[in-house]
Protein backbone atom coordinates (compact mmCIF):
# COMPACT_ATOMS: atom_id res chain seq x y z
CA UNK A 1 0.00 0.00 0.00
CA UNK A 2 1.28 3.59 -1.24
CA UNK A 3 0.03 6.67 0.74
CA UNK A 4 0.61 10.13 -0.18
CA UNK A 5 0.13 11.81 2.93
CA UNK A 6 0.41 15.65 1.75
CA UNK A 7 -2.82 13.72 -0.25
CA UNK A 8 -4.72 11.29 1.41
CA UNK A 9 -7.96 9.62 -0.21
CA UNK A 10 -10.85 9.36 1.82
CA UNK A 11 -10.38 5.55 1.78
CA UNK A 12 -7.23 5.20 3.56
CA UNK A 13 -7.71 6.90 6.04
CA UNK A 14 -9.79 3.29 7.56
CA UNK A 15 -6.31 1.63 6.44
CA UNK A 16 -3.63 4.26 8.29
CA UNK A 17 -6.09 3.82 11.51
CA UNK A 18 -5.10 0.47 11.48
CA UNK A 19 -1.43 1.34 11.82
CA UNK A 20 -2.12 3.01 15.45
CA UNK A 21 -0.64 1.39 18.39
CA UNK A 22 -4.34 0.82 19.55
CA UNK A 23 -5.64 -0.70 16.71
CA UNK A 24 -2.08 -2.63 15.61
CA UNK A 25 -3.49 -5.94 14.23
CA UNK A 26 -0.36 -7.59 11.74
CA UNK A 27 -2.72 -10.44 10.20
CA UNK A 28 -5.61 -7.59 10.02
CA UNK A 29 -2.77 -5.18 8.40
CA UNK A 30 -1.49 -8.38 5.88
CA UNK A 31 -5.34 -9.26 4.67
CA UNK A 32 -5.91 -5.72 4.11
CA UNK A 33 -2.73 -4.97 2.07
CA UNK A 34 -3.42 -7.83 0.13
CA UNK A 35 -7.14 -6.93 -0.81
CA UNK A 36 -5.32 -3.23 -1.32
CA UNK A 37 -2.93 -4.52 -3.94
CA UNK A 38 -5.77 -6.51 -5.82
CA UNK A 39 -8.10 -3.51 -5.82
CA UNK A 40 -5.24 -0.94 -7.00
CA UNK A 41 -4.48 -3.74 -9.80
CA UNK A 42 -8.37 -4.02 -10.98
CA UNK A 43 -8.81 -0.24 -10.80
CA UNK A 44 -5.68 0.34 -13.14
CA UNK A 45 -6.77 -2.41 -15.48
CA UNK A 46 -9.94 -1.15 -16.05
CA UNK A 47 -8.49 2.29 -16.48
CA UNK A 48 -6.16 1.21 -19.01
CA UNK A 49 -9.10 -0.50 -20.43
CA UNK A 50 -11.78 2.44 -20.40
CA UNK A 51 -8.72 5.09 -22.62
CA UNK A 52 -7.63 1.95 -24.42
CA UNK A 53 -9.92 -1.67 -24.97
CA UNK A 54 -7.06 -4.33 -24.95
CA UNK A 55 -8.53 -7.17 -27.73
CA UNK A 56 -8.79 -10.00 -24.60
CA UNK A 57 -11.20 -7.32 -22.75
CA UNK A 58 -13.16 -6.10 -25.88
CA UNK A 59 -14.00 -9.79 -26.98
CA UNK A 60 -15.20 -10.75 -23.43
CA UNK A 61 -17.42 -8.29 -22.93
CA UNK A 62 -18.63 -8.76 -27.00
CA UNK A 63 -19.43 -12.11 -26.26
CA UNK A 64 -21.77 -11.02 -23.20
CA UNK A 65 -23.87 -8.82 -25.63
CA UNK A 66 -22.90 -10.24 -29.29
CA UNK A 67 -24.98 -13.68 -30.77
CA UNK A 68 -22.85 -13.41 -34.10
CA UNK A 69 -19.37 -14.79 -34.79
CA UNK A 70 -16.48 -12.70 -33.05
CA UNK A 71 -14.43 -11.56 -35.95
CA UNK A 72 -11.61 -9.93 -36.09
CA UNK A 73 -13.27 -7.30 -37.57
CA UNK A 74 -15.84 -7.57 -35.74
CA UNK A 75 -13.87 -6.63 -32.45
CA UNK A 76 -12.47 -3.87 -34.35
CA UNK A 77 -16.42 -3.13 -35.34
CA UNK A 78 -17.07 -3.07 -31.28
CA UNK A 79 -13.96 -1.35 -29.78
CA UNK A 80 -15.10 2.19 -30.14
CA UNK A 81 -18.77 1.32 -29.13
CA UNK A 82 -17.05 -0.20 -25.80
CA UNK A 83 -15.31 2.85 -25.29
CA UNK A 84 -17.95 4.99 -25.73
CA UNK A 85 -20.36 2.86 -23.52
CA UNK A 86 -17.79 2.81 -20.99
CA UNK A 87 -17.56 6.61 -20.77
CA UNK A 88 -21.71 7.47 -21.01
CA UNK A 89 -21.77 4.68 -17.91
CA UNK A 90 -19.24 6.67 -15.73
CA UNK A 91 -20.77 10.15 -16.56
CA UNK A 92 -24.56 9.11 -16.51
CA UNK A 93 -23.21 7.83 -12.04
CA UNK A 94 -21.95 10.90 -11.76
CA UNK A 95 -24.47 12.68 -12.93
CA UNK A 96 -26.86 10.40 -10.72
CA UNK A 97 -24.66 11.43 -7.78
CA UNK A 98 -24.94 15.29 -8.47
CA UNK A 99 -28.72 14.80 -9.04
CA UNK A 100 -28.91 13.15 -5.79
CA UNK A 101 -26.80 15.92 -3.78
CA UNK A 102 -29.16 18.84 -5.47
CA UNK A 103 -31.77 16.98 -4.33
CA UNK A 104 -31.49 16.87 -0.65
CA UNK A 105 -29.23 20.56 -0.36
CA UNK A 106 -30.33 23.17 -3.14
CA UNK A 107 -33.85 23.93 -1.51
CA UNK A 108 -32.48 24.50 1.83
CA UNK A 109 -29.52 26.41 0.28
CA UNK A 110 -32.05 28.36 -1.80
CA UNK A 111 -33.65 29.47 1.35
CA UNK A 112 -30.36 30.20 3.26
CA UNK A 113 -28.36 32.30 0.45
CA UNK A 114 -31.48 34.49 -0.90
CA UNK A 115 -31.81 35.35 2.58
CA UNK A 116 -28.48 36.15 2.97
CA UNK A 117 -28.48 37.99 -0.63
CA UNK A 118 -31.17 40.44 0.34
CA UNK A 119 -30.20 41.13 3.76
CA UNK A 120 -26.06 42.25 2.74
CA UNK A 121 -26.92 43.25 -1.08
CA UNK A 122 -29.35 45.74 -2.75
CA UNK A 123 -31.55 43.91 -5.38
CA UNK A 124 -31.22 46.02 -8.17
CA UNK A 125 -33.44 44.10 -10.05
CA UNK A 126 -31.31 41.20 -10.10
CA UNK A 127 -33.04 37.87 -9.49
CA UNK A 128 -31.13 34.59 -8.25
CA UNK A 129 -32.28 31.78 -10.47
CA UNK A 130 -32.42 28.53 -8.87
CA UNK A 131 -30.41 26.95 -12.09
CA UNK A 132 -27.45 29.53 -11.09
CA UNK A 133 -28.34 28.05 -7.36
CA UNK A 134 -27.92 25.12 -8.78
CA UNK A 135 -24.63 26.04 -10.68
CA UNK A 136 -23.05 27.22 -7.07
CA UNK A 137 -23.87 23.81 -5.71
CA UNK A 138 -22.57 21.45 -8.39
CA UNK A 139 -19.37 24.27 -8.40
CA UNK A 140 -18.70 22.96 -4.65
CA UNK A 141 -19.09 19.33 -4.92
CA UNK A 142 -16.93 19.38 -8.18
CA UNK A 143 -14.77 21.30 -6.05
CA UNK A 144 -14.45 19.68 -2.67
CA UNK A 145 -10.90 18.21 -2.79
CA UNK A 146 -9.40 20.92 -3.82
CA UNK A 147 -10.83 23.85 -1.35
CA UNK A 148 -12.70 24.47 1.55
CA UNK A 149 -16.68 24.82 0.22
CA UNK A 150 -16.69 27.36 2.70
CA UNK A 151 -14.41 29.29 1.40
CA UNK A 152 -16.39 29.98 -2.12
CA UNK A 153 -18.98 32.63 -2.01
CA UNK A 154 -21.93 33.67 -5.02
CA UNK A 155 -21.81 37.03 -6.70
CA UNK A 156 -25.16 37.70 -8.86
CA UNK A 157 -24.78 40.16 -11.44
CA UNK A 158 -27.32 41.38 -14.26
CA UNK A 159 -24.72 40.32 -16.94
CA UNK A 160 -23.35 36.60 -15.24
CA UNK A 161 -23.32 34.92 -11.84
CA UNK A 162 -20.24 35.05 -10.36
CA UNK A 163 -18.21 32.64 -7.56
CA UNK A 164 -15.23 33.53 -5.91
CA UNK A 165 -13.35 32.49 -3.35
CA UNK A 166 -12.89 34.18 0.20
CA UNK A 167 -15.65 36.52 -1.05
CA UNK A 168 -13.00 38.65 -3.20
CA UNK A 169 -13.77 39.79 -6.19
CA UNK A 170 -10.44 39.86 -7.28
CA UNK A 171 -10.14 35.75 -6.70
CA UNK A 172 -13.09 35.20 -8.72
CA UNK A 173 -12.90 31.58 -10.48
CA UNK A 174 -15.90 30.83 -12.42
CA UNK A 175 -18.91 32.66 -14.39
CA UNK A 176 -22.18 30.98 -15.18
CA UNK A 177 -24.05 32.82 -18.45
CA UNK A 178 -27.71 32.26 -19.05
CA UNK A 179 -28.60 33.07 -22.35
CA UNK A 180 -32.63 32.76 -24.28
CA UNK A 181 -31.30 30.15 -26.37
CA UNK A 182 -28.02 28.37 -24.32
CA UNK A 183 -25.98 28.41 -21.45
CA UNK A 184 -22.08 29.06 -20.95
CA UNK A 185 -19.89 28.90 -18.44
CA UNK A 186 -16.54 30.92 -18.15
CA UNK A 187 -13.72 29.23 -16.01
CA UNK A 188 -11.05 31.65 -15.09
CA UNK A 189 -7.79 30.78 -16.99
CA UNK A 190 -9.59 27.94 -19.44
CA UNK A 191 -11.82 29.83 -21.25
CA UNK A 192 -15.63 29.72 -22.30
CA UNK A 193 -17.89 26.54 -22.68
CA UNK A 194 -21.21 26.14 -23.63
CA UNK A 195 -23.23 23.21 -21.44
CA UNK A 196 -26.60 21.98 -21.62
CA UNK A 197 -27.25 21.33 -18.00
CA UNK A 198 -25.54 22.94 -14.69
CA UNK A 199 -24.50 19.11 -14.01
CA UNK A 200 -22.23 19.60 -16.86
CA UNK A 201 -20.08 21.81 -14.83
CA UNK A 202 -18.56 18.47 -13.14
CA UNK A 203 -17.46 17.74 -16.33
CA UNK A 204 -14.70 20.33 -16.25
CA UNK A 205 -13.43 19.56 -12.83
CA UNK A 206 -9.59 19.55 -14.13
CA UNK A 207 -10.31 23.37 -15.07
CA UNK A 208 -12.26 23.97 -11.97
CA UNK A 209 -9.28 22.67 -9.92
CA UNK A 210 -6.64 24.65 -12.21
CA UNK A 211 -8.34 27.93 -11.04
CA UNK A 212 -8.63 27.40 -8.09
CA UNK A 213 -5.01 26.44 -7.35
CA UNK A 214 -4.03 29.58 -9.42
CA UNK A 215 -6.51 31.90 -7.38
CA UNK A 216 -7.21 30.68 -3.89
Not at 127 to 134: A, S
Not at 176 to 196: M, P, S, V, W
Amino acid sequence: MTIDLTNIKDNQFLELAKFHKENFDVDKITSSAAELKYLNNLKNFLSDNLNDPTEGFVAYLVSQIYDGIKTKSTLEKFSPIIKKGFNQFITERVNEKLSAALNTSVETKTIDESEELSENTPNNGIITTPEELEAFTVFKVASKDFIDPSRLYYRDTKSYFGILIDDNNRKWVFRFYQKATKNLIEIRDAGTFEIDTTIDIALYQNEIKQAIENHK
